[in-house]
């Protein structure tokens, strides 16, 4: 093809038909030009679709990891929700002159400390999202600010975990060393069936649990305890929320 517009310039030169030839090579190098144009606009479309896909296989890989965290969130949820309501029935005991039963009050604590189960956040897609800079292949503006508040929604419902697992297991735990016969407690149901670990005895031990729970200094303790599941029942509550926002947001922007 080079060789053939040369021989076109060639002939026309030899001709002596210096107009004409400034015609053709103006109209060569529109051709030229043109044709880099078309070029950068394939590769410029090459690049968005490359763009395209990636931001697809991002959302895709998001939509799955939201759906699990809003499930483990509401079993998380369910589970405080359940500990507090066994905190504020104690509350009640230690409140009103009615006898008091024993096996109850080391049901009820048992609630308190066994009940919770722990938030396991998956964070694989969105991390790897956030730290290579994926996230400016979102183009939805509200999907993109949504995603950048990750770690606030995150951080701010793990540091109210925090404080509730330090008071119970720093504090609230140790208190009842002298107020309730722990070993009564059932053991925990998450322990595997297959460990073969031999079966700990009921206590021997008598408590007058009228004297032991029935204090301002216990009342308080529960109480403090209470609250500090309201706050993380509340985080959740937020968290649950923003998840399923964005959850709503990225299902949008899925092709089908």
Do not use: C
Not at 158 to 173: A, Q, S, T, W
Not at 215 to 222: G, L, S
């Amino acid at each position: 093809m080079i060789k053939f517009f040369r021989k076109i310039r060639f002939n026309l030169m030899s001709e002596n038909k210096t107009g004409k030839y400034l015609k053709y090579a103006i109209g060569e190098i529109i051709l030229v030009v043109i044709g880099i144009l078309i070029a950068l606009q394939i590769n410029n479309w090459n690049e968005v679709q490359k763009d395209r896909n990636r931001e697809q296989a991002i959302l895709k890989s998001l939509k799955i990891d939201f759906n699990t965290n809003i499930n483990n969130v509401n079993d998380a949820s369910s589970s405080f929700m359940e500990a507090y309501e066994a905190s504020v029935n104690l509350l009640e005991i230690i409140r009103n002159h009615d006898s008091i039963d024993g096996s109850e009050i080391e049901q009820l604590v048992d609630d308190i400390i066994n009940k919770t189960k722990s938030l396991d956040i998956i964070t694989g897609s969105i991390d790897e999202m956030l730290n290579t800079g994926s996230i400016n292949l979102i183009r939805d503006k509200n999907l993109k600010n949504k995603l950048s508040n990750w770690s606030y929604f995150q951080t701010d419902t793990e540091d109210d975990i925090v404080i509730y697992r330090d008071y119970l297991f720093d504090f609230f735990i140790p208190s009842l060393t002298n107020k309730a016969l722990l070993r009564n407690m059932a053991v925990p149901d998450f322990f595997e069936d297959d460990l073969n670990l031999k079966k700990i005895a009921k206590s021997n031990f008598k408590i007058d649990y009228n004297k032991t729970i029935r204090t301002i200094e216990f009342e308080n303790e529960v109480y403090n305890n209470a609250l500090n599941y309201m706050y993380a029942i509340n985080s959740y509550k937020v968290f649950n929320d923003y998840l399923t926002d964005t959850l709503k947001l990225i299902e949008s922007n899925i092709n089908d």
